[in-house]
């Protein structure tokens, strides 16, 4: 199963770069990856092809970073659609460690959220039996 990586960057010119390249030095690829910046913080959420060498390299970066299940719903893309799925999980005691918009189709919106807790998470959302990400 996929784990999605919630990292904590300094906002500043090259961070992601640094932090992409050496994932890449590792030979891990980035399967999706998102990032947000704020005042002086940034963070990156990524997906890659490699777990265990992935949390290698953010140690060895010294990256402060926290790590959830992912897990991929069908959202309405509608006003109030995200907001439903997320009510969903917060009402069944699920926090939500992250979330990537990694495709769209004709009224749906798939989001992969990474969460404390994948099995609540995939009843709450209707989605018992199903895998996260393809790898």
């Known amino acids: 199963m996929a ?3 919630v990292v904590q960057l300094e906002n500043r010119p090259g961070e992601l770069a640094h932090l ?13 990856i998102a990032s947000v910046t ?19 390299v953010l140690r060895g970066l010294g990256h402060p970073f926290i790590e959830g ?3 991929v719903a069908d ?8 907001a439903d799925a997320a009510q969903k999980l917060a009402s069944a005691g699920v926090n939500i460690l992250g979330a990537l918009v990694v495709g769209r189709r004709p009224g749906i919106i798939e989001v992969a959220f990474s969460v404390d807790n994948e099995v609540a998470a995939k009843a709450a959302l209707g989605l018992a039996g199903r895998s996260g990400l393809p790898r």
């Open 38 to 56: 704020a005042g002086s913080l940034a963070s990156a959420f990524i997906a890659t092809s490699d777990d265990d060498a992935t949390r290698e």
């Open 69 to 71: 299940d992912m897990i």
């Open 3 to 5: 784990r999605q990586f």
């Open 20 to 32: 992409t390249r050496a994932l890449a030095a590792s030979r891990i690829d980035i399967r999706n």
């Open 75 to 82: 959202v309405a893309d509608r006003p109030g659609g995200f």
